[in-house]
């Protein structure tokens, strides 16, 4: 639970969300993601520790910079947690349904 909190708090700052969604379209270099937003190069680097911190990203050297992708084993595990809610909900709904109305007796 731990890692998913880091996850979703890391994900809770919309400067890092818009991050996160621009990694996902593609991988980009911190001076391409930079020039997609309203703040300095040094900032998109914190907030790209934040989310490598989380397992949200990861970073390929790539010469004299980092590539950063979407971390697939991070992502991966805060889905399979998000799931469990899904999956629980599925089985209330289905539950709900399926119970006799208090007319039909």
């Given at each position: 639970m731990a890692k998913d909190s880091a996850q979703l708090a890391a994900l809770g700052d919309p400067t890092r969300?818009?991050?996160f969604e621009l990694v996902g379209a593609r991988p980009r270099t911190v001076a391409e993601i930079t020039r997609q937003?309203?703040?300095s190069q040094s900032a998109v680097s914190q907030h790209?520790?934040?989310l490598r911190e989380s397992r949200l990203v990861r970073a390929e050297p790539k010469g004299a910079s980092n590539v950063y992708h979407i971390d697939?084993?991070?992502l991966g595990?805060?889905?399979a947690w998000l799931d469990r809610?899904?999956?629980d909900t599925l089985a209330a709904y289905k539950l709900a349904v399926e119970k006799p109305s208090e007319?039909?007796?």
């Amino acid at each position: 639970m731990a890692k998913d909190s880091a996850q979703l708090a890391a994900l809770g700052d919309p400067t890092r969300r818009r991050i996160f969604e621009l990694v996902g379209a593609r991988p980009r270099t911190v001076a391409e993601i930079t020039r997609q937003l309203t703040v300095s190069q040094s900032a998109v680097s914190q907030h790209l520790k934040v989310l490598r911190e989380s397992r949200l990203v990861r970073a390929e050297p790539k010469g004299a910079s980092n590539v950063y992708h979407i971390d697939p084993a991070g992502l991966g595990q805060m889905r399979a947690w998000l799931d469990r809610f899904w999956s629980d909900t599925l089985a209330a709904y289905k539950l709900a349904v399926e119970k006799p109305s208090e007319g039909s007796k």
